[in-house]
T-cell receptor, first 113, second 111 residues
Framework: EAQVTQNPRYLITVTGKKLTVTCSQN?????MSWYRQDPGLGLRQIYY???????DKGDVPEGYKVSRKEKRNFPLILESPSPNQTSLYFC????????????FGPGTRLTVT | DAKTTQPPSMDCAEGRAANLPCNHS???????VYWYRQIHSQGPQYIIH?????ETNEMASLIITEDRKSSTLILPHATLRDTAVYYC????????????WGAGTKLIIKP
């Protein structure tokens, strides 16, 4: 089954404790992206990757890092999480960029206290 | 950047056609309109997209006005499972072709 998986699905952590949210897709997609969603708002893009070793900032990259060492994986790293990063996070992938249908993961709900 | 305006909420009776409007009066000639939906807090799901011609797929139809300033997503026979937030999004030609997401329309299908 074609899918995007994210782990963990739920995470409660404390300020300053480094964490990684994993994202993996099994569709051989070149494009992957991370979004965050806050109450009452649409999705805002954090980072995206057009292919292996190619990443770029989205609208809200501050406080986040990403890497794309393999085509299928695109982890999101919070080096020093802060309470304002409490949010619902989605990973997405597509064949080649936003022109094509994006497949979204189930989401990771992160709470930073 | 082109932005979209959607009603915050709408109701529709089960089995009827749901017509969701979207205004994008500042859209540029080469910017596409995309529709996604999000059920509860699940990952958004792609529905359809178009540039200037009407489009139809197994999920929905997209009607874009001739001046491209507005569009309507049509779910022909709404079911309870179509209850979701529907996002009308413009894919901007700059900023690496980002999708600019708004707050969407909460569509409630009533039995």
């Amino acid at each position: 089954e074609a899918q995007v998986t994210q782990n963990p699905r739920y995470l409660i952590t404390v300020t300053g404790k480094k964490l990684t949210v994993t994202c993996s897709q099994n569709m051989n997609h070149e494009y992957m992206s991370w979004y965050r969603q806050d109450p009452g708002l649409g999705l805002r893009q954090i980072y995206y990757s057009m292919n292996v070793e190619v990443t770029d900032k989205g609208d809200v990259p501050e406080g986040y890092k990403v890497s794309r060492k393999e085509k299928r994986n695109f982890p999101l790293i919070l080096e020093s999480p802060s309470p304002n990063q409490t949010s619902l996070y989605f990973c997405a992938s597509s064949i080649q960029g936003t022109a094509y249908e994006q497949y979204f993961g189930p989401g990771t709900r992160l709470t930073v206290t | 950047d082109a932005k979209t305006t959607q009603p915050p909420s709408m109701d529709c009776a089960e089995g009827r056609a749901a017509n969701l409007p979207c205004n994008h009066s500042t859209i540029s000639g080469n910017e596409y309109v995309y529709w996604y939906r999000q059920i509860h807090s699940q990952g958004p799901q792609y529905i359809i997209h178009g540039l200037k011609n009407n489009e139809t797929n197994e999920m929905a139809s997209l009607i874009i006005t001739e001046d491209r300033k507005s569009s309507t997503l049509i779910l022909p026979h709404a079911t309870l499972r179509d209850t979701a937030v529907y996002y009308c999004i413009v894919r901007v030609a700059k900023s690496n072709y980002q999708l600019i997401w708004g707050a969407g329309t909460k569509l409630i299908i009533k039995p």
